[in-house]
């Protein structure tokens, strides 16, 4: 059964930080998709990123970067110089292939404060 | 830009009263999920259509909740009789089946349901 975890309930960093949020997750497929999610208070979820577990090269998308590392299970999220529009709940989420299911993690709450 | 839209934005009920969701997927869109989140958790899968049929719903309360898409477009989400742990967001999403899924869902809006 796969499972995502991301222990950060809720993070509160000051505009212009860095921060980093977490993701462990767990499958018992050799193939599979890790994305990203962001759900601001409209509450509308809104995608992010896909990366497939061939792929582990980290990947930069302006502010945004992304490490993945199979060794650790681990898909960790980065967001530099944060904004007060960051504000929102990212979910790291999971599928295996050949299953259409997408399992989602309990979420990470961050809050910027300008 | 193609959206799923989905209804009502924000529902009230009582328990024991029945709701009903819609949900109206991108025009295309082979595959639909319900997933229902419950405030300060992730969204759980109840069900999910491929066209017109069920691929999933061994997460669904089958004794209040029911779903359908009859038509393979759009879908709608009943609960009969409404409890008060329903409270919830349900949300509505779709996605293209090509050559390979890789899970990159387009969500709705949601539908707020508040059960007192």
């Known amino acids: 059964a796969q499972k995502v975890t991301q222990a950060q309930t809720e993070i509160s960093v000051v505009e212009k930080e860095d921060v980093t949020l977490d993701c462990v997750y767990e499958?018992?497929?050799?193939?599979?998709?890790l994305f990203w999610y962001k759900q601001p208070p409209s509450g509308e979820l809104v995608f992010l990123i896909r990366r497939n577990s061939f792929d582990e090269q980290n990947e930069i998308s302006g502010r945004y970067s992304w490490n993945f590392q199979k060794s650790t299970s681990s898909f960790n999220f980065t967001i530099t110089a944060s904004q007060v529009v960051d504000s929102a709940v990212y979910f790291c989420?999971?599928?295996?292939?050949?299953?259409?299911?997408?399992?989602f993690g309990t979420g990470t709450k961050l809050q910027v404060i300008p | 830009e193609a959206e799923v839209a989905q209804s009502p934005r924000y529902k009230i009920t009582e328990k024991s009263q029945a709701v009903a969701f819609w949900c109206d997927p991108i025009?295309?869109?082979?595959?639909l999920y319900w997933y229902r989140q419950i405030l300060g958790q992730g969204p759980e899968l109840l069900v999910q259509f491929q066209d017109e049929s069920v691929v999933d719903d061994s997460q669904l309360p089958k004794d209040r909740f029911s779903a359908e898409r009859l038509k393979g477009v759009d879908s709608t989400l009943k609960i009969q009789p409404a409890e008060l742990g329903d409270s919830a967001m349900y949300l509505c999403?779709?996605?293209?089946?090509?050559?390979?899924?890789?899970?990159?869902?387009?969500f709705g809006e949601g539908s707020r349901l508040t059960v007192l």
């Open positions: 025009s295309g869109h082979a595959t």
């Open positions: 499958t018992r497929d050799t193939t599979y998709y």
């Open positions: 989420a999971l599928s295996e292939e050949g299953y259409q299911k997408v399992t």
């Open positions: 999403a779709s996605s293209s089946v090509g050559q390979g899924f890789t899970g990159e869902l387009f």
